[in-house]
């Protein structure tokens, strides 16, 4: 299948737009959030919708369990990871971490992921040259970090094909947010959870849960806690994750290492904290735990952030997540410095070695980077 080149479109962003009205606390989609932890009156009022929901993802399952839905098997491995509540869980972190995991032991990863957010449903084969508005943010910033070969495609199977006949190295497959993608067959399955575990229990919309949470851990699959402990009955590992520091946007795009020296000069310093994240509170909870004093602003999840983006007027620094930085490609004009925040993101020794036997058990053949038979 062709691939669409990588440089072939939209001119960089030079700045971030505020939304008035957007801060973190008050912010539609926080207040879905919250919704969806307490079994209150809105939820209760959404049951009849997520019966429905739960029924129509039932029998999806059932179509493709009997055959009735065709399912691809790539020629390679493939390692899903999802979560199964609605918004972001840490499935970009837990991505970039089993890459460099599965390099560690002789692997040539690449991943497939959807793009959300980017115009259009062509196969993109992303290259460091590609804009963030092709490939969508979260799979500019997985490549960013990790150099593997990439492909972006609504359908996971037909990227990971491409992906296969592109970079026919890759011994293993990693989906990101591929867990409901039940056309492609997977061997090994991450299940992520934060600290919101399953929520009030209920489906979508009356509750956060994109399926049911399962009595016990599926077959072939891990739990990971993308929190301080575990947040449902489900036995699992917990990540550690923390901020590295910062860099300056255009050092960070140059590939400087971030540095907490510097996020720690800016205690006591008016800072502006940008976050177009699916749990931004996350993000600015983060900066003031390092002691920073911060106006938070909390944008919709994959912002575009298009011009014009008023910058703050008095010099004031702004602090940027990565998925946002990967969108904003030149510094403002005049004194306003951007920094970039990356995440620190580190599994359990136990989570890693449970993975790599269950990968071995999948396909024994290319442990350690052997080329499969």
């Not at 399952?61 to 055959?67: F, H, K, N, Q, S």
């Not at 996971?156 to 989906?175: F, K, N, Q, T, W």
């Amino acid at each position: 299948m062709k691939l669409r080149s990588a440089g072939d479109s939209a001119q960089g962003l030079r700045g971030l737009r505020r939304r008035e009205g957007l801060a973190a606390p008050e912010s539609a989609a926080a207040g879905l959030q919250h919704a969806w932890l307490t079994r209150g009156p809105l939820a209760v009022a959404l049951l009849p919708l997520a019966l429905t929901f739960g029924v129509a993802a039932a029998l999806r399952r059932v179509a493709y369990r009997l055959g009735w839905a065709r399912t691809t098997r790539l020629a390679r491995p493939v390692i899903v990871v999802g979560n199964l509540v609605a918004g972001g869980a840490g499935k970009t972190p837990t991505v970039i971490a089993l890459v460099d995991l599965l390099r560690r032991h002789g692997y040539t990863p690449g991943i497939v992921s959807r793009g959300y957010g980017r115009p259009g449903s062509a196969l993109v084969d992303v290259t460091a040259d590609t804009p963030a508005s092709d490939s969508g943010d979260e799979p500019a910033l997985l490549h960013r970090r990790t150099g593997a070969p990439l492909v972006v495609g609504r359908d996971r199977a037909a990227a990971g094909r491409a992906l296969l006949e592109a970079h026919p190295a890759v011994d293993v497959i990693v989906s990101d947010d591929g867990l409901q993608h039940l056309a492609l067959e997977r061997d090994v399955q991450v299940l992520v959870f934060d600290e919101r575990g399953a929520g009030n229990g209920w489906l979508l919309p009356a509750g956060p849960l994109r399926e049911a949470l399962p009595p016990h851990v599926p077959a072939k699959s891990l739990v990971l806690y993308n929190a301080a402990r575990p947040s449902t009955p489900l036995p699992g590992h917990v990540a550690r994750r923390g901020l590295a520091g910062i860099a300056l946007l255009g050092e960070w795009h140059a590939g400087a290492s971030p540095s907490m020296a510097a996020l720690h000069a800016l205690r006591g310093c008016p800072v502006r904290a940008v976050a177009g994240i699916a749990r931004p509170d996350r993000f600015f909870a983060s900066l003031r735990a390092e002691g920073l004093s911060i106006d938070a602003v909390a944008l919709p999840d994959h912002d575009p952030l298009r011009p014009p983006l008023p910058w703050p007027a008095d010099g004031t620094d702004v602090i940027v997540t990565e998925k946002d930085a990967v969108k904003l490609v030149d510094p403002p004009a005049g004194t306003t410095r951007v920094w970039v925040a990356p995440l620190d993101f580190a599994l359990e020794p136990a989570f890693e070695q449970a993975l790599l036997a269950l990968l071995h058990d999948a396909a024994p053949g290319i442990r350690d980077g052997s080329p499969p038979a």
